[in-house]
């Protein structure tokens, strides 16, 4: 308990001065959108780092605390960050919690008097190293290594370029991807986390959404897409 303790007000310090950043360089959090837009990043404080979606930001400060906050872009998809904080919390009951991510909610999104959505809820989540390239090589290292397993071949010198139409993997193959964050896990373990994906229809997994935390490999994006 003193360590969740700890980890939520970590968290809670690391947003504060996220936001302090945020307001810095000028950008509203009523209008998230705003801070996808190039034009206004002339402002950007020193450190802060920001990745987005289709349907979030994420920002950064990549000198100080080892978390980052996570905003919808607009109402419609406030969802997908309120399920993801649902899914981590099924995640601890469920015993799966170290290929995920942790993450809280920080601030719930404000609504008017009359119910219209005015600002954005604040969702913090654990950082994760995540470089799309080196995600990239190693699921289709992997997804090589295991072909040739399979058949009796030395991977370090088999030439995949002979068999690419049989293999014909790529390496943002969604179910290659999550084969390879299985990698870790025994077989009991794979199938009670084939079940829970199915169960909150986390399906939006390829190489932008996985990541390490040590020697982990985790899922950073959890929200599932389109349901």
């Known amino acids: 308990m003193d360590r969740l303790l700890n980890r939520i007000n970590e968290a809670a310090m690391a947003a504060n001065r996220i936001i302090d950043m945020i307001e810095l360089a000028g950008f509203d959090l009523t209008d998230p959108t705003s801070m996808i837009n190039y034009a206004n990043y002339s402002n950007i404080p020193e450190g802060m780092q920001y990745a987005y979606g289709a349907s979030r930001i994420a920002i950064w400060d990549e000198y100080y605390y080892d978390y980052v906050i996570k905003i919808a872009l607009n109402e419609k998809y406030e969802k997908y960050c309120q399920h993801e904080v649902e899914v981590y919390e099924a995640a601890v009951?469920?015993?799966?919690?170290?290929?995920?991510?942790?993450?809280?909610?920080?601030?719930?999104?404000?609504?008017?008097?009359?119910?219209?959505?005015?600002?954005?809820?604040?969702?913090?989540?654990?950082?994760?190293?995540?470089?799309?390239?080196?995600?990239?090589?190693?699921?289709?290292?992997?997804?090589?290594?295991?072909?040739?397993?399979?058949?009796?071949?030395?991977?370090?010198?088999?030439?995949?370029?002979?068999?690419?139409?049989?293999?014909?993997?790529?390496?943002?193959?969604?179910?290659?991807?999550?084969?390879?964050?299985?990698?870790?896990?025994?077989?009991?373990?794979?199938?009670?986390?084939?079940?829970?994906?199915?169960?909150?229809?986390?399906?939006?997994i390829h190489n932008c959404n996985i990541g390490h935390i040590g020697n982990r490999i985790v899922i950073l994006d959890y929200a599932g897409w389109n349901w």
Do not use: H
């Open 93 to 204: 009951k469920e015993g799966l919690a170290d290929s995920f991510a942790w993450c809280m909610c920080y601030a719930e999104p404000q609504y008017d008097d009359e119910g219209n959505y005015e600002v954005p809820g604040i969702y913090v989540m654990e950082y994760v190293d995540c470089n799309e390239d080196v995600n990239s090589d190693e699921v289709w290292k992997y997804g090589y290594s295991q072909y040739c397993n399979e058949r009796g071949l030395d991977s370090s010198s088999y030439d995949y370029a002979d068999d690419y139409n049989e293999w014909n993997r790529c390496d943002d193959d969604n179910e290659l991807v999550l084969e390879y964050v299985e990698s870790q896990m025994n077989d009991e373990q794979k199938r009670l986390f084939n079940v829970f994906m199915m169960k909150w229809w986390i399906t939006d």
